[in-house]
């Protein structure tokens, strides 16, 4: 049989909360076990830092700015065949949904939306394709908070559950393996809302205890340098992650329990980081921010692990790579050869080194705090936006201006702009240049970027 698949991913976790990627604590043993059994990605980054685009993308493999899903409050549009789709109508398999889907309401930012389904149940014709096992809500952080919520199944039917949520999200994963008959492959996509913040309580919320559990947190240097809520926030946090970590133990035993293991590959990834309030605080903020709308390496720089199937053997893979790349490497594992119909590119290769003329570069588009695009090298940082533009309104611009340069060599936690200092002028010429060529690629025209 095929293999079984497995997409867990968090919301707003950053990398360097993982052992695997140089976490002190120990915070991730069980996802530091499959790095260690797979293969991990040392630098992979978000195409898009915002709940909604992202996963419009993770969906349709296209950018946010094709889909028009460019900002959060926007629905997946219905033309376009999605992930869910393929799975089930070109690769056979059955699938489960489970967590959070924030696609399926549509309005202005921040106000009530006109199609609102984020405590209701997500219609059938709004769940992207997906029409097996479905433990979901549009907006999870609506109609949960850290401890007891509910989501709703494949018929409608409001689900509550008690406990930490996390917990919760997890068990309906593992009682879907229980029921799994066996008869097709599974494809299974477990979408955890943790370590995001409880937006109604602006607050971090780890399971109880978590501020004594973690109170020895040493804080990556960005946090550290440039304050933010980091210091308080914290322990609540890798409590957040820590959960998550537990729950995908569990998930792992579950599988070597139903001897499902050794045929399934997981991949674990997160949509986007968090800037903890440090970062989105100069003139050119357009719109608003509060974790994560930001080209910088803490919303962007993500944790991707990949274990099962040809992702075997304690690789790691220091290249550049984009999650845009998710949706295409999980259709090549069922079986389905997209091409072109999707972005990003299949990750086995990166790990098999087939390109040998691949550039080692990411592209990303920002919304809602401004409307911006970088590029990130393995030695520099570059970013633009759009003066005048508010982030929330705006998907694109025709013209751009510099924002920021950093120089990951030298300032690795990118405190020193030096996108206006002439030693770097070169520099900045060309990553202009190369940028330029990413927006034409991904949104076909060629803005203006200006100093």
Not at 18 to 24: L, M, R, W
Not at 395 to 407: C, H, K, P, Q, T
């Amino acid at each position: 049989m095929a293999y079984n698949i497995i997409f867990y991913f968090s919301d707003q976790q950053r990398w360097d909360t993982c052992g695997c990627f140089g976490q002190p604590l120990n915070i991730t043993p069980n996802l530091d076990d499959l790095a260690a059994e797979g293969v991990k990605f040392d630098n992979a980054f978000s195409p898009q830092p915002v709940c909604g685009p992202c996963r419009a993308l993770f969906q349709t493999g296209k950018y946010p700015t094709e889909t028009g899903c460019f900002r959060n409050n926007l629905m997946l549009p219905s033309q376009i065949k999605t992930l869910g789709e393929y799975m089930e109508k070109d690769a056979g398999y059955e699938t489960a949904y489970i967590g959070k889907w924030h696609l399926a309401s549509d309005g202005e930012l921040e106000k009530k939306p006109t199609v609102d389904h984020t405590i209701t149940a997500v219609p059938l014709e709004l769940r992207g394709g997906y029409t097996g096992y479905w433990r979901a809500a549009d907006v999870l952080e609506f109609t949960s908070h850290g401890y007891d919520g509910y989501v709703f199944d494949e018929n409608n039917n409001r689900i509550d559950f008690k406990g930490y949520r996390a917990d919760c999200i997890n068990q309906f994963a593992l009682d879907y393996l229980d029921q799994y008959a066996g008869e097709k492959p599974f494809f299974m996509t477990v979408s955890q809302i943790e370590p995001h913040h409880q937006n109604d309580h602006n607050h971090y919320e780890g399971p109880n205890g978590s501020k004594q559990r973690f109170a020895d947190f040493v804080l990556p240097e960005d946090l550290k340098a440039l304050g933010g809520n980091a210091a308080e926030e914290y322990p609540d946090y890798l409590g957040q992650c820590a959960s998550l970590d537990e729950n995908l133990g569990k998930l792992v035993s579950k599988l070597k329990e139903k001897g499902l293991y050794d045929n399934t590959v997981i991949l674990y990834a997160s949509d986007h980081g968090s800037h903890f309030k440090t970062r989105n605080r100069d003139a050119h903020l357009n719109g608003y921010d509060d974790y994560k709308r930001s080209c910088h390496d803490g919303c962007l720089h993500v944790p991707l692990v990949i274990c099962g199937g040809p992702f075997k053997g304690g690789k790691e893979i220091t290249d550049l790579v984009s999650t845009e790349s998710i949706p295409k490497t999980l259709l090549a594992l069922a079986g389905v050869d997209v091409g072109d119909k999707m972005i990003g590119e299949n990750l086995l290769d990166v790990v098999e080194k087939k390109n040998h003329n691949r550039v080692n570069e990411v592209y990303a588009q920002i919304s809602e705090s401004r409307c911006g695009r970088c590029i990130r090298t393995a030695d520099y940082m570059y970013s633009v936006y759009a003066p005048g533009v508010n982030g929330g309104e705006a998907a694109a611009s025709d013209v751009y201006a510099d924002d920021f340069l950093y120089d990951m060599q030298k300032d690795p936690w990118q405190l020193n702009n030096v996108v206006a200092d002439p030693a770097y002028a070169a520099v900045k010429a060309e990553l202009r240049e190369r940028l330029l060529n990413w927006i034409q690629h991904a949104e076909g025209s060629r803005p203006t970027i200006t100093d």
